[in-house]
């Protein structure tokens, strides 16, 4: 079997979360993948996880780390993707669970000149919690009425679990939200991403992900909008690394992007 899709999965001192999203791999339709664990300097507890699911998934995984050194996700990623032996990537977050069919979906939709741009479906700490193995093994996580019965409300939201078909592309094509790229749930190629030098590693928390996909849609790549078709929920988690400071240096980098149509970061993947 021929791999020819790497999926990065950032983490960090989480390896509950952690548990449960690789659980979700190992339970996928498409299988043809590597996993490459970005890893922002999280300590023993992560490294013993990955090593004992190693000798119990069917896929591999690579282990990216660093030392940690604060919130410094862009420069892990950017580690991460040099990494991947494929010509793919896939990028989501070791917080978020992947439904059966969601590397296939990542799959189906991926083609030349493109980055395809997913949403998220969040789950409150109580059921975040509760989830279990056997859940994710019996796709239980991602049933609304098992939700429900678990203290969900109703919303307009649920449909990101339970559209399928032609449901799902009317709700894809429709949804005002942008076709972004997204660090919970997107994919594109990795000579698109080496072109524009990956991540630019001086933004922490807020926004880098978006940054990198405005440099990628200045390059030429657009993108396709599959939010209902590629499911992952969300588990819930606090943000301490969250601060005003990071996200108004990242909008004005951002800025800066947009307003002189920048393709190339001197502060990516190669430094200056």
């Known amino acids: 079997m021929k791999i020819d899709t790497s999926i990065v999965i950032s983490t960090y001192n989480s390896p509950e979360w952690l548990e449960k999203v690789l659980i979700g791999y190992n339970n996928q339709t498409y299988r043809q993948f590597e996993i490459v664990i970005a890893d922002d300097g999280s300590g023993k507890e992560t490294f ?13 995984i690579q282990h990216i780390w660093h030392e940690d050194n604060g919130f410094q996700k862009s420069q892990i990623l950017n580690k991460a993707i040099v990494a991947c032996t ?27 000149g493109f980055f395809i741009s997913g949403g998220y479906f969040m789950l409150p700490m109580n059921i975040s ?9 019996e796709g239980k996580c991602f049933d609304v009425a098992w939700l429900k019965h678990h203290g969900l409300k109703s919303s307009f939201k649920n449909n990101k679990l339970t559209a399928s078909g032609f449901k799902a592309a009317f709700l894809n094509y429709v949804t005002p939200t ?3 790229w997204n660090g919970h749930n997107a994919s594109g ?13 001086r933004m922490q928390y807020g926004g880098q992900d978006r940054e990198l996909g405005e440099r990628l849609f200045n390059y030429g790549v657009k993108s396709k909008q599959i939010r209902y078709s590629a499911v992952c929920v ?17 909008l004005q ?5 947009k307003e002189e149509k920048k393709v190339w970061t001197d502060f990516g993947i190669i430094k200056k």
């Open 253 to 257: 980098i951002r800025k800066e992007t």
């Open 234 to 250: 969300h588990l819930d988690h606090k943000r301490g690394y969250k601060n005003q400071d990071s996200i108004d240096k990242n």
């Open 86 to 112: 494929t010509d793919y990537i896939l990028m989501s977050d070791g917080d978020c669970i992947p439904r059966q069919d969601f590397v296939e979906q990542h799959v189906k939709y991926r083609e030349e």
């Open 189 to 201: 190629w990795k000579k698109d991403i080496i072109a524009i030098n990956g991540f630019d590693e």
């Open 48 to 60: 013993d996880l990955i090593e004992e699911l190693s000798n119990k998934v069917f896929y591999k």
């Open 178 to 180: 942008n076709a972004s």
């Open 129 to 137: 919690k509760l989830i279990t193995e056997e859940d994710i093994n």
